[in-house]
């Protein structure tokens, strides 16, 4: 774009320096919408410079080669300051696209994915299941009588234990498992190409890291168990709502059990 100001402005510089480096300081103009730094800057406006000065050199006086350069680096410092707000406001932009992605997404207190992306990871890991014949677990997770910590030691002690329990669940799972906050205090994991034998092991070592748990607050240690409830996928499964269903029953089979252990739904 520079460089086409370039030729039209060394055609009208008959007319003058001045009236013929406006060519170029109209591309300028558009430079900031198209250079992403400094460095970029420097080599979108280097080229079509040195162009017009040798242009410029073989056809008009100094005193008209000085005005003309003086012009030509007023307007370069105008595009480049033009760039640096356009670049400001583009990160803004991205920062703030980023952040409603996020906060879409994921839970604002543990920092773990929220309901709704799970919903949509649920839904996929059921269809590609259904699709290549691969196992698939879903585990249903509560935590034993959270309302009496919150009532005992205040809801913020409640809300450090939730935090707790979130990251101690996410380091017993693999990269590939998917793992989010289903509402309260339940959670709720996604365990693709899965055997139910392998998920029974996987939810016992998540309830002996919980118990194990201890969070300080300011005038007790607290600890808290959970109970869970899985279901692997079955022919009979509709949808993964129908699955879903099943670990959620068995998850209250576990609490009808007495808590802190793991049960399966048939």
């Not at 109209?26 to 900031?32: D, E, T």
Request: glycine share 8%; aromatic share 8%.
């Amino acid at each position: 774009m520079l460089s086409s100001g370039v030729i039209l402005a060394t055609a009208q510089l008959d007319g003058g320096l001045v009236e013929g480096v406006g060519g170029i300081v109209l591309g300028l103009f558009l430079v900031p919408f198209i250079a992403n730094g400094a460095s970029h800057f420097a080599i979108t406006v280097t080229p079509p410079a040195l162009l017009f000065i040798l242009c410029s050199v073989a056809q008009c006086t100094l005193p008209e080669l000085a005005r003309g350069l003086l012009l030509y680096g007023s307007a370069v410092v105008v595009a480049f300051m033009q760039m640096r707000i356009a670049i400001a406001i583009r990160f803004h932009a991205l920062t703030i696209e980023r952040k409603l992605i996020r906060d879409a997404t994921h839970d604002t207190l543990t920092g773990i994915h929220n309901r709704g992306w799970l919903a949509q990871q649920a839904a996929l890991a059921f269809s590609a299941a259904r699709r290549y014949r691969t196992e698939l677990v879903f585990v249903m997770l509560d935590i034993d009588f959270f309302k009496r910590v919150n009532d005992t030691h205040g809801h913020q002690v409640g809300d450090e234990v939730l935090k707790a329990v979130a990251r101690t669940i996410q380091g017993t799972l693999r990269e590939s498992d998917h793992f989010g906050r289903f509402g309260g205090e339940e959670f709720f994991c996604i365990l693709p190409h899965t055997s139910k034998e392998t998920a029974m092991q996987c939810a016992e070592r998540i309830r002996q890291a919980v118990a194990a748990l201890e969070v300080q607050s300011a005038d007790a240690v607290v600890t808290v168990t959970i109970s869970i409830g899985l279901a692997a996928m079955m022919d009979a499964d509709g949808s993964w709502e129908d699955q879903l269903k099943r670990s959620d029953e068995a998850l209250y089979l576990a609490k009808q059990s007495g808590r802190n252990c793991v049960r399966l739904s048939d």
